[in-house]
Every structure is written in structure tokens, then in C-alpha cells.
């Protein structure tokens, strides 16, 4: 799947894929339902919402036994540009120089965070990734 096919999933689609990502393989319905306890879905809840994720390819699912065995399809870093485009524009009208602006506002940079930034910033202009 291209960055350009990928779309912002809906927070309870992420909550699932945070889950997935996280683990260190597949993960059976149960063991979801046990890690997102604190969401209280109904496992119906959890079953539709794994059927959205597999149709647009982010989750595969494996047969086991009586049940299935989910993993994600869809690779955290190809998936964090699409949250990170979307969360710039939503929050600060696409401009990252508002971003930084609003965490030097909140004292959240050290100077350590500025050196940073003012290096890859660098290495950016310099073509680089």
C-alpha cells in the first residue's frame, strides 16, 4: 500500500492497530479484547471494527483452530507520515512552523530538542533524509 493510499484511520481503528503494533506477533481475538479492556467494546465491537481494518488492508488474519489470528498488515512507519500530515493540518493549519511554535510556547523544547531540530532542519536543506 503507497502513502498516497493510505488514509487516517478513525481513533477506535488506531487504538486496535497501537495494539498490534505493539506486540510481538499475532494476537487472537481474546488477547485484543484482554489489551483494550479499558475501551469495554463488546467483542461484536471489536470483530466489526478488525473487518474494517482487514478491508482496507491494514490487518491480515490466519485461521487457528476455532478463532483467527490478527497482526498488522499495514507497518506503523509507513502509517505515522498520514497521522503526522493529518494532525499538522487539523491542528496547525499545515504549517510546522506553528508546531514548533506552540511547543516553545508550552517551555516543552530544551535547548538539546532546538539543536536537533536545527540540525535535521539542516540536513533537510541539504537534501537529505
Known amino acids: 500500500m503507497s ?3 493510505i488514509k487516517r484511520l478513525p481513533d477506535a481503528e488506531l487504538e486496535i492497530m497501537k495494539e498490534l503494533w505493539a506486540a510481538p506477533g499475532p494476537l487472537t481475538r481474546a488477547q485484543l479484547e484482554e489489551r483494550l479492556a479499558r475501551r469495554r ?3 461484536t465491537t471489536l470483530l466489526a471494527l478488525l473487518g474494517r481494518l482487514e478491508a482496507k488492508g491494514c490487518v ?8 483467527y489470528l490478527y ?3 499495514l507497518a506503523r512507519e ?4 498520514v497521522e503526522s500530515r493529518s494532525a ?3 491542528m496547525f493549519g499545515g504549517s510546522a512552523k506553528n ?6 510556547q508550552t517551555k ?3 535547548k538539546e530538542d532546538i539543536d536537533e531540530l536545527a540540525a535535521y532542519l539542516e540536513e533537510l536543506k541539504q537534501g537529505g533524509r
Open 3 to 5: 502513502e498516497k493510499e
Open 41 to 43: 467494546w463488546a467483542s
Open 60 to 67: 491480515s488474519r490466519e485461521k487457528q483452530g476455532k478463532g
Open 71 to 73: 497482526a498488522a498488515a
Open 78 to 81: 509507513d502509517y505515522l507520515p
Open 88 to 90: 499538522l493540518e487539523r
Open 99 to 104: 508546531l514548533i511554535a506552540a511547543m516553545a
Open 108 to 110: 516543552d523544547l530544551s
